[in-house]
């Protein structure tokens, strides 16, 4: 899992009159949308900023790069184990809007079950650290809390990736301080989940569309989705389950 993404809006206040039915949702004030992910520390691994605020997260996903490197073939080679079946795509964990892609796991709606119910417990603590991640970024910086004052959008760009890089700063300083988890339990592989990250990838560029097509049916594959939400399931329920129901 390499972490939640979600969307944010900022509020823009100087927008251009010209330019305020392209950014506003029916009555709302402009916003323009920063698409992140981010990790149980907080850091920011990924930041697209600039799409229009009539957009929503779909909208904002599908002109996002956030799969560029898979599909381009520069991403690392992931290989993890979830209750004993071999995965090759990295997942995000993400809200109900996005769809079912092999990449994303939702929560269950309605859960039925104590497996489905523990799952959607954990997935959705879990999927709150984008969440965090935003509240954090507005308390720190607020120029970014506040609606912003400028009317040239480049410059707005500036400021919220200007902020990002110093929040991960802040995150990468502190890290240590504020770790919540026992960092050894993940040192050493278990029989039902464990996971591989080959350091060695290539900067080249697929060599054919076909390869890239390829590479996006698999991003894309609602079978897989199906079948690691079910694995997800499974290893979540015998890693927790046994002892809190037992108990």
Request: charged share 25%.
């Amino acid at each position: 899992m390499v972490g939640s993404i979600d969307c944010m809006h900022w509020e823009w206040k100087n927008c251009p009159t010209a330019w305020k039915g392209q950014y506003s949702r029916g009555s709302s004030k402009p916003t323009i949308v920063l698409e992140a992910v981010a990790s149980c520390d907080l850091w920011i691994w990924h930041a697209f900023f600039g799409p229009r605020g009539t957009l929503n997260d779909i909208n904002v996903l599908d002109r996002s790069p956030v799969f560029d490197d898979i599909i381009k073939g520069q991403a690392l080679q992931v290989t993890f184990y979830v209750n004993g079946r071999e995965y090759h795509m990295a997942y995000y964990l993400t809200d109900g809007i996005y769809p079912k892609w092999a990449t994303f796991i939702q929560s269950i709606p309605i859960p039925q079950g104590p497996k489905a119910v523990l799952f959607t417990q954990h997935q959705e603590a879990v999927r709150k650290d984008v969440e965090r991640a935003f509240g954090v970024l507005q308390a720190r910086f607020a120029i970014v809390k506040n609606p912003a004052l400028f009317w040239d959008k480049v410059k707005i760009g500036k400021i919220m990736r200007a902020c990002i890089i110093l929040h991960n700063m802040i995150v990468e300083d502190e890290r240590d301080g504020y770790t919540q988890f026992d960092v050894s339990e993940f040192q050493q592989a278990e029989d039902n989940g464990s996971s591989h990250v080959d350091l060695t990838y290539s900067t080249e560029y697929p060599s054919n569309i076909t390869n890239m097509m390829v590479v996006r049916t698999r991003i894309r594959d609602k079978q897989m989705h199906q079948q690691l939400k079910a694995d997800l399931v499974e290893h979540i329920w015998h890693k927790f389950g046994r002892d809190e129901y037992n108990n």
